[in-house]
Structures are given as structure tokens and as C-alpha cells.
């Protein structure tokens, strides 16, 4: 279980295909406090941290399934992808809860500068079926996106917004999000089992 507080955009060292998989090795600050079978949202995505490096990297395997339902794919060597260990339960939640199962992707199709932050528009694909499961934003709820954690604002039935301010800009790789940029939603997990309770 994750937060949505990305500690730090880290780079894509190598991305190589293992037959259907896809094979990263990350370089972050903090790969020597990792260990074999720890879990580490990547863009969002959980994943297990299969080796360890000394020269401060480490690598995780995405299988298929993984990569059909998140940007992960789309990663190559000298990108930057959103980190977070996953959540110590004796600490605060300053995010909100985020499981790191991605539900689909998302393409930008609109940044706006205001006032000294930016809105970032996305719009997403879900079918009616899955959108009545809960698979959606409500306005002023909460969104993953590629592993950060917002609040969703002018939400329609296919898109959003979200206000990123100068440090989440600097700090995650919302930095290299541009207009055509696909990114890994994760909607609210609370909003999924409502949905679920209600023919109940």
C-alpha cells in the first residue's frame, strides 16, 4: 500500500524485453536500502525489487499484464519514473490510500500556466460498464497519477485537471509531462467499493 508521496523521479538506467516482460534497473538515492522482494511504486505501479546493485541501482520485472494497463512500456534508458516505497503504517497519510494497481492510462492533452502553478488535463477511456464500478473521478476527489497523489478538478465523464505547484513539478517527472504524454490513473479505491456496495 502506497501514499501517492513520490520520494524522488529516478532514471531508467536500462529497459530490456525478457520474452513478454519488460526488465528496469532503476538508480535512486536510496537503492542500497532496498531489499530482494520489497515492493516500490514505479509511475504508480507496485512492483518487486528482484536485484540490488553497489553502484545505487536496482532492478523489477513488469510482466505483460503490467504493461498492457500502465506506461511502463513506454520507458527507456535516461527516463525518469516516480518512486515510493511502500507506506510505514505508523506514519501520517499525507496522500491518500493508493494500492499501485494501475486501472488504465491517460494522455495529456492540455497545461495551463496560472498564477505560479500548472494545470495538467488528462482525458482516459472507460467503458460505461467499468465506469459504473467506480472506475472515475469525482471533482475534489482523489486520482493517481503516474503515482502522485491530486485532487481531481473540472471533471467530466472522460478527462480531468489537477493543479501541480512549482515543488511537485520539481520533485516528480511531471516536469517532462508534455501535450501527447501517456500516464499511468489509479482512481480512488474508496469510490470502487462504493460503487460495488450500491446494487447491494
Not at 524485453?17 to 505501479?45: P, T
Not at 467530466?156 to 517532462?176: G, K, M, Q, W
Request: one cysteine or more; hydrophobic letters at 35%.
Amino acid at each position: 500500500m502506497f501514499s501517492g508521496i513520490v520520494e524522488e523521479p529516478a532514471t531508467v538506467v536500462a529497459a530490456t524485453r525478457d520474452g513478454g516482460n519488460l526488465r528496469l534497473r532503476v538508480k535512486c538515492s536510496f537503492a542500497d536500502e532496498l531489499k530482494i522482494d520489497q515492493s516500490v511504486a514505479h509511475n504508480g505501479v507496485c512492483l518487486t525489487v528482484v536485484d540490488i546493485h553497489p553502484d545505487s541501482t536496482y532492478e523489477v520485472v513488469a510482466i505483460q499484464e503490467t504493461l498492457d494497463r500502465s506506461n511502463l512500456g513506454d520507458l527507456k534508458e535516461g527516463d525518469l519514473v516516480n518512486l515510493e516505497r511502500s507506506m510505514v503504517m505508523n506514519g501520517r497519510l499525507d496522500g491518500h490510500i493508493v494500492q499501485g494497481h494501475v486501472d488504465t492510462t491517460g494522455l495529456c492533452d492540455q497545461i495551463e500556466d496560472v498564477d505560479g502553478s500548472r494545470y495538467f488535463r488528462f482525458r482516459y477511456d472507460i467503458s460505461p460498464e467499468m465506469r459504473a464500478k467506480g472506475y472515475m473521478t469525482v471533482e475534489k476527489g482523489s486520482v493517481t497519477v503516474n503515482g502522485v497523489s491530486l485532487t481531481v478538478c473540472d471533471s467530466t465523464p472522460d478527462s480531468f485537471r489537477v493543479a501541480i505547484i512549482p515543488y511537485t513539478l520539481e520533485h516528480t517527472n511531471f516536469c517532462r509531462i508534455a501535450p501527447g504524454t501517456r500516464v499511468n490513473l489509479e482512481f480512488d479505491i474508496l469510490g470502487k467499493y462504493i460503487a460495488a456496495l450500491l446494487p447491494r
